[in-house]
């Protein structure tokens, strides 16, 4: 009789860091791979997540999976900002500890994948687009991209966006009765950055769509010419959540996979 062979989490690591999002597309300085655990484990459950919360390691518990794959840190570092007058040391923070409780007492083991699977061929800014609609890319950028559409006004294209992402509260700025053909797309936290706008000054991007927007990023890009649809940062990235998770599935029918929103409520394809 043949004898299965165990899941380990270095199998699911050796397939998303080969097949899915190699580790060549990370950005400089930005770690990915095994943020925790260990790779020797055998895989009881996956959960797939923006963010590795509290509640998310407590319901990753509560359904028996000790892999988290996650997008975002599963700590938060000192940052040394001179703007902070009190901030605690990486291991002081109260987030952090009630993390690492969480997963020592658990066994739980994170993988983490940011920048390679925000520019990772099918990854988060091109899942975007895809959960939109999207057709006809005009423009591909590292990380932004710009599409050719049928004419359509903001009103419709924020509804759109909105009942696509599955979110109510999403900021529009411009005339919401004029039609625009180019829509750029810059998610996740690409608004952060106060001139992120630049990266659409040689496309013929009209509306641009973000993730999280700075108040800043938001004066830089009307001022530069600009209509814009802000939705959020986990919003504009669940769509490449869910992909991964499609695509693990497919590969690993054997082990349970759920994915999961920060607030730990289960995310399913629209």
Not at 118 to 142: C, N
């Amino acid at each position: 009789m043949k004898v299965k062979n165990k899941l380990l989490i270095r199998d699911i690591a050796d397939y998303v860091e080969r097949e899915i999002a190699p580790l060549k597309y990370s950005l400089p300085g930005d770690r990915n791979g095994l943020e925790f655990g260990s790779l020797s484990n055998e895989v009881t459950g996956i959960v797939v997540s923006w963010t590795p919360t509290s509640t998310v390691i407590e319901k990753s518990v509560s359904l028996k999976a000790n892999l988290i794959i996650s997008h975002e840190w599963s700590l938060y570092e000192h940052s040394g900002s001179k703007w902070l007058e009190n901030e605690s040391w990486m291991f002081a923070k109260r987030t952090n500890l009630k993390r690492l409780q969480l997963m020592f007492r658990n066994g739980i083991s994170i993988l983490k994948y940011h920048s390679n699977w925000d520019i990772a061929p099918g990854g988060i800014a091109d899942s975007f687009g895809e959960r939109l609609g999207f057709k006809d890319l005009a423009k591909k950028g590292r990380l932004v991209r710009v599409y050719k559409e049928r004419p359509i006004s903001l009103k419709d294209l924020t509804s759109l966006v909105a009942r696509k992402l599955e979110i109510t509260r999403v900021e529009t700025y411009g005339d919401l009765n004029r039609k625009f053909a180019y829509i750029g797309t810059a998610v996740g936290g690409l608004g952060q950055i106060f001139t992120q706008a630049d990266d659409f000054a040689e496309t013929k991007a009209e509306v641009l769509i973000y993730g999280e927007m700075l108040e800043y990023t938001k004066i830089y890009t009307r001022e530069s010419g600009y209509s814009y649809i802000a939705t959020s940062h986990e919003a504009s990235e669940m769509p490449g959540m869910l992909k991964l998770t499609c695509l693990l599935k497919n590969r690993f029918p054997e082990v349970a996979i759920k994915c999961l929103r920060s607030d730990g409520h289960e995310a399913r394809e629209p």
